[in-house]
């Protein structure tokens, strides 16, 4: 196998559903399938939500690759990027906190987190499952 990749341009809307069927549709798994998927929802919501700040007019990019070994997807907003101490993975200490949550989501529910220098952009993966006979 090869790699491959595919890309994604999309108006920033929270109308994720259809994205997130593309995305995961190498996956065959049903139980990493539900895992990387509420991952992946973590990620484009904090990238509409915060990154495009909710504006429609704004896009995002989502590329996925998929690698003999990894399933990789790379998401970009366009908007100022996530600071590097905010890109911490541990829940809030806060019970009732308002955000905090999804970053440490999305750090359990992939295998490999990374962050652009800039942070608009982040990279999640996962280890492919071996196929079964």
Do not use: Y
């Amino acid at each position: 196998m090869t790699l491959r990749w595919s890309d994604f341009i999309t108006p920033s809307t929270l109308h994720l559903a259809p994205l997130l069927e593309l995305l995961l549709e190498p996956i065959r798994c049903a139980q990493q399938s539900a895992s990387l998927q509420l991952g992946l929802q973590e990620v484009l919501v904090n990238a509409v939500r915060h990154g495009n700040g909710n504006d429609p007019a704004k896009c995002l990019r989502v590329r996925r690759i998929i690698s003999p070994r990894w399933v990789i997807w790379q998401v970009q907003d366009e908007g100022d990027g996530l600071g590097t101490q905010a890109r911490g993975h541990a829940l809030p200490e806060a019970t009732d906190s308002a955000c905090g949550r999804g970053l440490f989501l999305i750090h359990h529910c992939f295998d490999d987190v990374r962050w652009s220098p800039r942070g608009n952009r982040v990279q999640v993966a996962t280890r492919r499952q071996p196929a079964r006979a």
